[in-house]
DNA sequence: CCGGATTGTTATAGGATATAACTATCAAAC
DNA sequence: GTTTGATAGTTATATCCTATAACAATCCGG
């Protein structure tokens, strides 16, 4: 099947990111872990005490979202909530929690470098600058 | 926020996709499309006569989902069936299927090109190829 | 002190995708 | 030519992810 598409870069990135998403995915299962768990859990150990809000604000999820999936997080005992103020809640880890992101890091690391070890080398360098331009230059 | 995500290959491959997904699909919008229909536009009209099962195949879509977006591309006036054989029917587009392609080549033509120049020029050339490899490289 | 913005939350709707099952048909081996 | 395995199209359904709207409580700047 002749597939015009192959060439398109916004088709191209569609896909690659889509494998690239379904073999992650597939990686952290074992762990019992989704890659927005994986990226939450990444957030909040960065930034210790930092706010639901704020959390989804940077990774671009709904407020309303984030309830459902800090109430996994936190069921899990991986994350724990502090009052900061009258309405806002620090997250943090807890000992289960950054045990549990220190074997999800171990798993991204290695994926990650496989996605990198996969590109020529003469293109491997010129990856993330392009697709940085990509991210912000909308 | 402190965003240590943002230079991972992998989460910055989703991101860039995501966002590059959400913005062609605005532009999409105006004309009634969405992407999934315009890639089966495209594939039917540089493979006339193939079969749902082939595009999906080319495309990753399940036979199953297959039939509700064929029904809409349909029901539009953009696309129509031939019997090949007993079991098999062949796809095509109508008159004004291929106006509202030749429409949503012009969108996706000039969204791909915007893309392209987004990024600086030393790392343009090699996006294509490291997607490629990436998409394929699994 | 007041008004607008923000936080966390509930409930809900929509879209996309996956799975299972079924019929009918084709194709190839015997 | 008949049986058998694979394939096409379809229906129905489940699930997940994301978006939207609304609400109460709280914070903050003027």
Redesign the pocket.
């Known amino acids: 099947m002749d597939d015009t598409l192959r060439d398109k870069p916004g088709y191209l990135l569609r896909r690659a990111a889509s494998a690239a998403t379904a073999e992650l995915a597939g990686k952290l299962d074992h762990l019992g872990l ?1 890659q ?1 768990d994986a990226s939450v859990l990444i957030l909040i150990d960065s930034n210790p005490l930092s ?4 959390i989804g ?1 940077t990774l ?9 999936l ?2 996994r997080l936190e069921d899990a005992g991986w994350v724990e909530r502090s009052p ?6 620090g997250l943090n880890l807890t000992p289960a929690g950054s045990a549990k992101l220190a074997e999800a890091m171990a798993v991204i690391e290695s994926f990650e470098a496989s996605l990198l070890a996969r590109i020529p080398a003469e293109h491997r360098d010129h990856l993330l600058p392009a697709l940085h331009a990509l991210w912000n230059g909308g």
Do not use: C, E, H, Y
């Open positions: 989704r927005v706010t639901a809000s704020a604000r671009d999820i709904q407020r309303a979202n984030m309830v459902p800090l109430k900061i103020d009258g309405k806002s809640q």
